[in-house]
Each structure stands twice: as structure tokens, then as C-alpha cells.
């Protein structure tokens, strides 16, 4: 079964700083992916998705993913971080025609 | 506006009660779903349905039951044999099974 790995359940940078989130997903078959965000108390936003038609995609607010196939991986990034990106961070995978599986999901702190 | 809401934001249950939380969406959405969500534990699917008057239990259906009567609206009710709902329960709902979701902001339910 189809199962996303986010590694750091907490994740801290500094305000200015790179930031990286990781996420691996299981599957002989690369899937659709995802980035979703989560404020407290409210939904997810959708951040970015992959479906195969660029490896590297761009998302709002400043982030980005890259898909590596090798990896099985699809790392969430952002080179400078602002502390409105202060939020819960979810990797989301679609087999085919599945239901989407979540990972766990990251907490990401800005330091000022 | 196009989007999905959730009523209430705020729910208080006594034990013993059944409650029924709100979803409504005006995007002509075929698929919707149900999520809860600890802290800790990412997002769990309650029930989805693909089409009216059809539904499927996710991972953990035990205690919830729904009805899709109409394509827009997608109700959760929470019963008394939920041993432990205090939680936050997010809807979504897609074009289609699996593709991108689209969530609601979210019903906090507390049993006191």
C-alpha cells in the first residue's frame, strides 16, 4: 500500500533562512503528489502539486518541490523563510486513481 | 464565492449525544470526503463518496455515519458509539476520486 513519509514532525529555522521539508513516498508507480499548508484552527490550502509534467514545481508563496524519482522523494522548499510560513506543512500522495495518503505532517517554526 | 463550508466552527457534545456536523460545497464537486485529524497524527478519512446517494468507509468509519443526498452537501454524524471524538473534523471535496481536494475550514468537536 501506497504510504508518505514526512521526516521531522517539528522543523525550526531561523527568519531569512532555507527552508526544507522533507517528504519520501512508497510506490513502484510515481504517483500525483502534494504540498498542502494548515494555519491553526483552519483547512488545508493546497500548496503545490506534481503530475508529471515538470519535476521541479513551483507552488505559492515562494515554495517549491522537486520530484526525484531515484529517491522516491519530493522535498518541500523555500530559500527565504518569513514568519507567515509559520504553519503545518502535509505531503499528500495520489496513486492512480486511489484515494490521497497523507504523511503525518511537519510543524514549521520561524525564529526571528 | 466558490468554496466548501463547515458548520459549526465550534461544537460542544455531551456524552451519549449524537451530533451532525455540516459540509456544503458550491464548486459542482462529484467527490467529497471526511477527515479527522489529531495532533500528531495527520489526516485520518472517516467516509468519501464519489457520487449521490453512494458512500464508502475510509480507514476509520467505526462510530461515524453520513448521507449524500444531494451533489453539494455531505453531513457527518458523530454517535455515541465514538469512543473518543474530540477532534478536528476537516471535509473535502475534488472533481474526481483522488485528484487535488479541496478542504473546508474545519469543525472542532469536544466532548465534555
Known amino acids: 500500500a501506497q504510504s508518505v513519509t514526512q521526516l521531522g514532525s517539528h522543523v525550526s529555522v531561523s527568519e531569512g533562512a532555507l527552508v526544507l521539508l522533507r517528504c519520501n513516498y512508497s510506490s513502484s508507480v510515481p504517483p500525483y503528489l502534494f504540498w498542502y499548508v494548515q494555519y491553526p484552527n483552519q483547512g488545508l490550502q493546497l500548496l503545490l502539486k506534481y503530475t508529471s509534467a515538470a519535476t521541479l514545481v513551483k507552488g505559492i508563496n515562494g515554495f517549491e518541490a522537486e520530484f526525484k524519482k531515484s529517491e522516491t522523494s519530493f522535498h518541500l522548499t523555500k530559500p527565504s523563510a518569513h514568519m507567515s510560513d509559520a504553519a503545518e506543512y502535509f505531503c499528500a500522495a495520489r496513486p492512480g486513481a486511489q484515494k490521497l495518503v497523507f504523511g503525518q505532517g511537519t510543524r514549521l517554526t520561524i525564529n526571528p | 464565492d466558490g468554496g466548501i463550508t463547515q458548520s459549526p466552527k465550534y461544537l460542544f457534545r455531551k456524552e451519549g449525544q449524537n451530533v451532525t456536523l455540516s459540509c456544503e460545497q458550491n464548486l459542482n464537486h462529484d467527490a467529497m470526503y471526511w477527515y479527522r485529524q489529531d495532533p500528531g497524527q495527520g489526516l485520518r478519512l472517516i467516509y468519501y463518496?464519489?457520487?449521490?446517494?453512494?458512500?464508502q468507509k475510509g480507514d476509520i468509519a467505526e462510530g461515524y455515519s453520513v448521507s449524500r443526498e444531494k451533489k453539494e452537501s455531505f453531513p457527518l454524524t458523530v454517535t455515541s458509539a465514538q469512543k473518543n471524538p474530540t477532534a478536528f473534523y476537516l471535509c473535502?471535496?475534488?472533481?474526481?476520486?483522488?485528484?487535488?481536494?479541496?478542504f473546508g475550514p474545519g469543525t472542532r468537536l469536544t466532548v465534555l
Open positions: 463518496s464519489q457520487i449521490v446517494n453512494d458512500f
Open positions: 473535502a471535496s475534488s472533481m474526481i476520486q483522488g485528484s487535488e481536494q479541496f
